[in-house]
């Protein structure tokens, strides 16, 4: 029995019945909600508009599976332009009164929900282990995680203080104010489905901004779980709201003339339209995208420690995290015992369904998925590399596992090496220097995350100063920041200028002003054409 079940009771709580999988057709009969809704008993997950649930009324949906069964549990709308802008304009009357709330009374809610997330963490992560499949105590950690970032924010009276310089010229007093944008919004992706959207909807409601959320619609349930839980602390209903969905809601929040600005978390290729897109209509945007994460090891690193990073970072949710190591980068004769050392943990690894407290790995997040990340061991040997470990052997037939595979040999030139695989491949490229290990990282057209195992600390801040990426590790595989630094990678893994969370997430939901003020002394006033000097 799972330490964290979710009773009955918590799911009848967050969803319709399943009555509300119907809606009124043309002339008033009572149709399907969608062709791709395959399962009877799946229950629908709709917006959350204006402090409350609004089922949707395009007819499209989309299914959501619990990858551990392989079976269909949820259909989520997908909205409609109108819906979209049902949700902005909720935001935008919403907005008056929360610029107006005072920093105090912003920080207090913040402790509040501070304190409910934190106890009811559990809930949010079974609903995590049960739409993307990552363990409980990986989901339990996604959530720690996004926590932080609100912790983050309960400091946000210190985090929006400006500058003020007195007597910047006589009787003149120069200060900076900070000030929120309005409505923004933010897309994120399958693999954090809680952490991810905290590290938007977090610092832009403290800043005093109206947000609307597009999560993945594969794992959709924790947004509306939030949902109520923010309703639940205190913050008014349209401050935060949920639109469900695909493409058609994404288009429309970049489109939308009262979207300030859109953050955007998922793959390279979506992250660049979004940006381009959203720039291209006026908003401010920070899109981040996909990565390919190198891990060197120098020859005088640890063996065993380094294997057992690799492992960790490399099979950790099942390989999808924009921070996991997908490639091992070997340098010199560290390679054959770190293969060895890496395929003699592999079995290991407990992969099972994440509810019960003993595996260590889930499921992938869709049938697809699994067939498109198993398609590169497939292919592996074809290219020239070597399978160590081959995770499609072993798999159980229900559900969307894989176990971890192991591709030595691997080449920069090969699909393996280039692409983004995103699931339990860990491939390693053997290399004869530093040099040429540092080169592939810079080469690389993603600048994510890195990390460097050595024991050499001469060769540590070498490696500080001369990798390209946004995120270091010194001994440290997944390097995600501190809430209280700000997250975002380089090249190909980000467009925009500003990271996510921390100090750069303010700046990115506020604007600066800068106001200079005299308070009038008639004894000193006189008419003065010149351009104005400081005196
Ligand atoms: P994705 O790009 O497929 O989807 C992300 C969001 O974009 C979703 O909300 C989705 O509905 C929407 N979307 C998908 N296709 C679209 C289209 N054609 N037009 C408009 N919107 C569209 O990403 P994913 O598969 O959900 O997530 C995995 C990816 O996210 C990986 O590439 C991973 O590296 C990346 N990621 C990056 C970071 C980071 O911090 N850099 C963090 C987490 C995940």
Redesign the pocket.
């Known amino acids: 029995m799972a330490p964290f079940h979710l009773g009955a009771a918590a799911w009848a709580g967050l969803f319709h019945s399943a009555e509300s999988m119907f809606q009124p057709g043309h002339g008033g009969t009572l149709v399907p909600m969608t062709e791709t809704v395959d399962a009877p008993t799946a229950t629908r997950i709709p917006h959350w508009i204006g402090g409350r649930r609004v089922d949707g009324g395009s007819g499209r949906s989309g299914p959501v599976y619990n990858p551990a069964t392989g079976r269909q549990t949820g259909a989520v709308d997908f909205a409609t332009a109108e819906e979209v802008d049902a949700a902005v304009q909720a935001a935008r009357d919403a907005f008056p009164a929360w610029r107006q709330t005072s920093l105090a009374k912003r920080a207090e809610l913040f402790f509040r929900i501070r304190e409910l997330l934190h106890a009811r963490r559990e809930e949010v992560a079974a609903i995590l282990t049960r739409e993307h499949g990552k363990v409980l105590s990986d989901a339990l950690g996604e959530v720690t995680r996004g926590l932080e970032v609100v912790e983050h924010c309960c400091g946000i009276p210190t985090l929006l203080k400006g500058e003020h310089s007195e007597q910047a010229s006589t009787g003149i007093d120069v200060y900076s104010i900070r000030q929120p944008l309005g409505v923004v919004a933010g897309?994120?992706?399958?693999?954090?489905p809680a952490m991810?959207p905290m590290w938007m909807w977090a610092p832009a409601i403290a800043s005093g901004n109206c947000f609307v959320l597009?999560?993945?619609?594969?794992d959709p349930s924790a947004s509306l779980w939030v949902a109520e839980l923010l309703r639940e602390a205190g913050l008014p209903d349209g401050v935060f709201n949920v639109v469900m969905?695909?493409?058609v809601?994404?288009?429309a929040l970049?489109e939308h003339p009262d979207v300030a600005s859109i953050s955007?978390?998922?793959?390279?290729?979506?992250?660049r339209?979004?940006y381009e897109n959203a720039t291209a209509s006026g908003k401010r945007c920070q899109a981040?995208?996909?990565?390919k994460n190198h891990m060197i090891v120098l020859p005088d690193a640890d063996v065993g420690a380094a294997a057992d990073a690799a492992i960790s970072a490399g099979y950790g949710s099942a390989g999808?995290?924009?921070?996991a190591v997908s490639v091992v980068v070997a340098v010199g004769d560290v390679a054959q015992p770190l293969v060895d050392a890496i395929r003699e943990r592999i079995p290991r690894v407990r992969v099972g369904d994440g509810m019960d407290p003993s595996s260590e790995m889930g499921p992938l997040?869709t049938g697809d998925?699994r067939d498109r990340v198993a398609s590169y061991v497939e292919n592996a040997p074809g290219e020239g590399a070597t399978v160590v470990v081959d995770g499609r052997e072993g798999v159980p037939e229900e559900g969307f596992f894989l176990n971890p595979s192991l591709l030595d040999g691997v080449t920069p030139e090969m699909k393996a090496y280039v692409d983004?695989i995103?699931g339990p491949v860990l491939g390693v490229t053997r290399v004869a220097t530093y040099d040429e290990a540092v080169r592939l990282v810079n080469e690389s057209p993603y600048g994510?995350g890195v990390a460097l195992f050595t024991r050499d600390g001469g060769a540590a801040r070498q490696f500080e100063f001369d990798v390209q990426a946004g995120m270091v590790g010194i001994n440290v595989p997944v390097p995600v920041p501190v809430a209280y630094y700000s997250?975002?990678?380089w090249k190909s893994?980000?467009f925009g200028d500003l990271h996510?969370y921390g100090p750069e997430a303010i700046g990115f939901y506020t604007r600066g002003k800068v106001v200079t003020s005299r308070w009038p002394d008639p004894a000193t006033s006189r008419i003065d054409l010149g351009f104005p000097q400081t005196r």
């Open positions: 897309i994120t992706p399958f693999n954090f991810v597009k999560p993945s619609e594969k969905g695909d493409k809601a994404v288009d970049l955007f978390v998922g793959s390279t290729p979506i992250a339209y979004v981040l995208g996909g990565a999808e995290r924009c921070m997040v998925h983004e995103f994510n997250f975002g990678g893994s980000l996510v």
